[in-house]
Structures are given as C-alpha cells and as structure tokens.
C-alpha cells in the first residue's frame, strides 16, 4: 500500500514547477510504483495560458477548486473550468489551458505513468513512457 502527503512530496523530486511559473505538478504515483499511471496534484496559476499537447499519454483532470478555462485547438470550442468540472484528453487533444480570476488546483490521472520529474517540450507535451 502506498500512503504520501503533499507535505512529503513539497520540494523534492516530485514537486515540479513549469519554468514560466504557470503551474506546480505535485505527483503522488509515478511509474516507479508501478501503477500504469501517474496521479498529480497540480496548480495552474491565475491568469496563465499553457499551449499543451500531450501526444503520448492520455489525461484526465478533475478541478477541485479555482477557475479557469480550456480551449480545444482542433475544434475552437472553449470550456469553463471550475471545482466539480473534469475534462479528459481521450484523443491527445491539442489544447490551450488558462488559469482565471483565481489558481486552479486539478487532480490528473496520466497513463501511461510519468516517471515524475518531466516538463513540457517546445510542444507541450512529455516524451513517451513506456505502459506497463
């Protein structure tokens, strides 16, 4: 049985932060448990956009506080983000994500698992893993 705490997690190797400061990914599974996903606890910061495009995993995210929105780039149709509202990337969707009046905190299920320390490519997205 895995148990952690955000306060365990705060500050190490798990704990990151986009190098724009748009968000802070806190990942509680990571592909070294051995879960076929990852499970992050994330802020997206007020007031910030981040073009995304996660071309080798799939998403879900369920907002549990804050507001915001996302904008899906094939499409042009935009959604309203706020706690109690998920969304889900089933199709690798290319998007843009933008935090509003307030920071956002999301909690996002990866598969395949991230190994925990990436960041987003010049595509918004992180190198492929392999699922297990």
């Not at 148990?3 to 932060?17: C, F, M, P, Y």
């Not at 804050?66 to 969304?87: A, C, F, K, P, W």
């Not at 956002?104 to 960041?119: H, N, Q, S, T």
């Amino acid at each position: 049985m895995l148990i952690r705490t955000i306060d365990e997690i705060s500050g190490g190797n798990a704990d990151v932060k986009a190098e724009n400061g748009n968000w802070q990914s806190r990942r509680f599974i990571t592909q070294a448990d051995n879960m076929g996903f990852s499970l992050h606890d994330t802020i997206i910061k007020a007031g910030t956009e981040t073009k995304i495009w996660y071309k080798y995993h799939l998403e879900a995210v369920y907002c549990i506080a804050g507001n915001g929105s996302i904008h899906e780039l094939d499409t042009g149709i935009t959604h309203q983000l706020r706690s109690g509202v998920m969304y889900a990337l089933n199709k690798n969707d290319r998007h843009i994500l933008r935090g509003g009046t307030e920071d956002m905190r999301m909690i996002c299920v990866f598969y395949p698992a991230l190994k925990g320390d990436e960041i987003h490519d010049e595509n918004g997205s992180y190198p492929p893993q392999e699922s297990r």
